[in-house]
């Protein structure tokens, strides 16, 4: 009984495990993806559950304290198994119309959300880099689906090999923190007394290999690329689920393994914000093609959370998984309508000019975008808006102002490139006169869910804020 | 903490400078003829026929990637056998567990036709 329980603290990871090779071997046997597809998105459904009632439940370690599980951690692994599920729902039809519908997406997006999960829930750091590679692995594979591709090919590549050199900074960082604190665990090196030049290298190469995952600048430049070479609904997935996840396992290194020590890497993550919000902005300006655009938004908007990071609060933890939710939720969207949109293929609608007139063509897919761009610009009464309303409220409180003030203003600069989108949309002439499809009921209907959750939260935040700031109330 | 490394360093000096030494020692004393078949990549093989730069067939790194399989097991499952009696019997299913899983990933490679040789250049797996 006792096994059993300690095996229902990472339900979660094991039917995400699981429902890879279930749907690997499916695929194997039957060669048919739309049964890959359905059995994915049953599993990940019944992850979701199980992360939902831990996350409702005690927190604490099992597993010989190797895993972490409840409040922030399995937070954390609802935020990817959602981003898992509604890029999933997304996919099929995007695959398929573009000719790419091939089972080993599902079993590689599983394999993935698997590493994301272990990276949530790890309280130990070979767990930590064990999820960390598992995730990446699967993501490289990802990123490289469309091998025909030349821009799909180039972005693995770089991918990866960026990729594993961080997880050599990373894996480093480890192994000095080992040598400094003599433990592996993330309790037990707050423990230890010993805050040497060890420790600190140690400290300096870890956040290395997180700056790499969360792309924040200068660690960037894969971003754009891949995020435009990989096919659109992996795309969305990589762009939430694993940044949420290597968030929320920054947050938990930062609060539960280098706690004593925030006055000095609160500086370090002050100057890295900045340069990640204004030059994340700044290039998103110039960009034409909205995947590449989408990219340097969601690396601004790394920088966003990262000023929450370094607020180094309770609030402030609360109000940045509160931004990741809403992250979530808005860029699934805001990537789902382009992947409609690109389904399409006479005309390429990765380019920014060709959605010309397009708002009144499709009027409800115009006021799905709308209401996604919106949100993330940060206007109310979007989700996004209260994320970036608490992590800056929360930045105050710690005495940040002038961080905050820098962060405001390089968010008043992302108000002209989400916008000039939808000026596209609506204001524009439509010259081509192509016939729009009709989305499949799944697809527009996950699209529908995201966009009213985007409103609902943003609308009625109270009960996901109240609850995310009791995670620090009682252990704080 | 560095003292305890310094006979490190001089050996790693020392073989630095005999290498060294010797090879300048070599040229400064050895005889040199060179004739064009000593200068060839074989001096008494076969004449080179193109760069190394080709492009091989995937159906040898599939191979290897098969080879993996196996190799993990081996690497992890000897070192278990040997301390079996330590671990006890609870680390038997963890074992089964591992090899299930790379198990499943040598069935997909066959599923998927890695083991068929006999298809044309150029032709997918089928």
């Known amino acids: ?476 | 903490m560095l003292e305890q490394y310094i006979p490190i360093f001089i050996l790693i000096a020392l073989a630095v400078l005999i290498a060294v030494a010797f090879i300048i020692l070599s040229y400064l004393l050895g005889p040199a003829r060179p004739n064009k078949p000593k200068l060839g990549p074989y001096e008494s093989g076969m004449d080179p026929i193109g760069q190394a730069k080709e492009r091989y067939s995937v159906g040898f790194y599939i191979i290897a990637m098969e080879f993996i399989v196996f190799d993990l097991e081996v690497v992890f499952i000897y070192p278990w056998a040997v301390r079996y009696q330590e671990f006890g019997p609870g680390t038997l299913w963890a074992m089964v567990l591992f090899i299930t899983i790379l198990l499943l990933g040598l069935v997909y490679t066959l599923k998927k036709g890695s083991f068929k040789w006999d298809m044309l250049p150029g032709s997918p797996a089928k």
């Open chain 1, 1 to 476: 009984m006792e096994s059993v329980n300690e095996l229902l603290t990472i339900s979660p990871i094991v039917i995400i495990g699981f429902a890879g090779l279930f749907v690997m071997m499916l695929d194997a046997f039957t060669g048919n993806a739309r049964w890959s597809f359905y059995a994915s998105l049953f599993f990940c459904l019944a992850a979701l559950a199980g992360a939902v009632q831990n996350v409702l439940g005690p927190t604490g370690t099992s597993f010989y304290s190797l895993v972490y599980y409840g409040g922030t951690a399995s937070f954390g692994a609802v935020l990817v198994l959602t981003g898992t599920l509604f890029s999933l729902c997304l996919s099929k039809d995007y695959l398929e119309q573009t000719g790419n519908h091939i089972a080993e997406v599902y079993s590689l997006v599983l394999f993935a959300a698997f590493g994301m999960l272990l990276l949530v829930q790890a309280n130990h750091m070979i767990v930590l880099f064990l999820g960390i590679e598992s995730m990446s692995i699967a993501l490289y594979a990802l990123a490289g689906l469309l091998r025909d591709q030349k821009k799909s090919v180039e972005a693995a590549l770089k991918y990866f090999l960026l990729g594993a050199f961080s997880t050599g900074f990373l894996l480093y960082g480890i192994a000095l923190l080992y040598g400094s604190t003599g433990s592996l665990a993330l309790p037990e090196i707050a423990e230890a007394s010993d805050k040497g030049v060890m420790y600190w290298a140690g400290v300096g190469l870890l956040f290395t290999g997180f700056f790499f995952k969360v792309s924040a600048v200068p660690f960037h430049m894969w971003t754009p690329d891949v995020y435009q070479g990989s096919p659109t609904t992996v795309t969305a997935f990589m762009a939430t689920a694993s940044k949420s996840a290597a968030f929320v396992a920054f947050i938990l290194v930062l609060s539960r393994a280098l706690p004593d020590t925030s006055q000095q890497w609160q500086e370090v993550l002050w100057i890295f914000a900045v340069f990640t919000m204004v030059i994340g902005n700044l290039l998103a300006l110039v960009q034409e093609n909205i995947k590449r655009m989408l990219a340097y938004s969601s690396i601004a908007h790394a920088g966003y959370i990262m000023v929450g990071l370094a607020a180094t609060s309770g609030a402030a933890y609360s109000a940045v998984l509160y931004y990741l939710f809403a992250y979530t939720l808005m860029n699934v969207g805001a990537f789902g309508v382009v992947a409609y949109y690109e389904c399409h293929k006479n005309c390429d609608f990765t380019e920014i000019k060709n959605y010309a007139g397009l708002g009144f063509k499709k009027p409800i897919m115009g006021i799905l975008m709308s209401v996604f761009l919106f949100s993330m610009v940060g206007i109310p009464p979007f989700a996004g808006f209260i994320g970036k309303y608490r992590v800056f409220a929360a930045a105050i409180d710690e005495g940040l102002i002038s961080l905050v003030i820098i962060g405001v203003l390089a968010s008043a600069i992302s108000v002209y490139y989400y916008l000039s989108v939808l000026v596209y949309l609506y204001m524009k002439e439509d010259e081509t006169g192509m016939v729009m499809k009709r989305p499949s009921t799944l697809y527009s209907l996950a699209l529908i869910i995201l966009a009213l959750l985007t409103i609902y939260f943003g609308v009625h935040p109270g009960l996901l804020t109240d609850f995310l700031g009791s995670f620090y109330s009682v252990t704080w």
